[in-house]
């Protein structure tokens, strides 16, 4: 069973950096398009950045040039470094692990940007 671990989480001020980190195990990692989503209160999970295997990148428009994805094959993780964080960032952010047969989820860590 595909496990995915997320953390890094936590309050930050508007303005400001925060990283997230998704270790990943019991997958052949390389085989999968990696994922970070994220959930607003009352809103539904959208897409915020995809990584594939060769390191195509892929963001949603409200965080491109803020944002910036990023895996390493060899270590099984994936990578969300958010900087100019804003209030409309709050949200719990999940990794995900994607291919034709299979997609999996972390359990989410919650990031909150707030003064």
């Known amino acids: 069973q595909v496990q995915l671990v997320e953390s890094g989480g936590g309050l930050v001020q508007p303005g400001g950096s925060l990283g997230l980190s998704c270790a990943a195990s019991?997958?052949?990692?390389?085989?999968?398009?990696m994922g970070w989503f994220r959930q607003a209160p009352g809103k539904q999970r959208e897409l915020v950045a995809t990584v594939t295997s060769d390191g195509t990148t892929n963001y949603a428009d409200s965080v491109k040039g803020r944002f910036t994805i990023s895996r390493d094959n060899g270590k099984n993780t994936v990578n969300l470094q958010m900087t100019s964080l804003k209030p409309e960032d709050t949200a719990v952010y999940y990794c995900?692990?994607?291919?034709?047969?299979?997609?999996?989820w972390g359990q989410g860590t919650r990031v909150t940007v707030s003064s």
């Open positions: 995900n692990a994607h291919s034709t047969w299979l997609d999996a």
């Open positions: 019991r997958i052949t990692f390389s085989r999968y398009v």
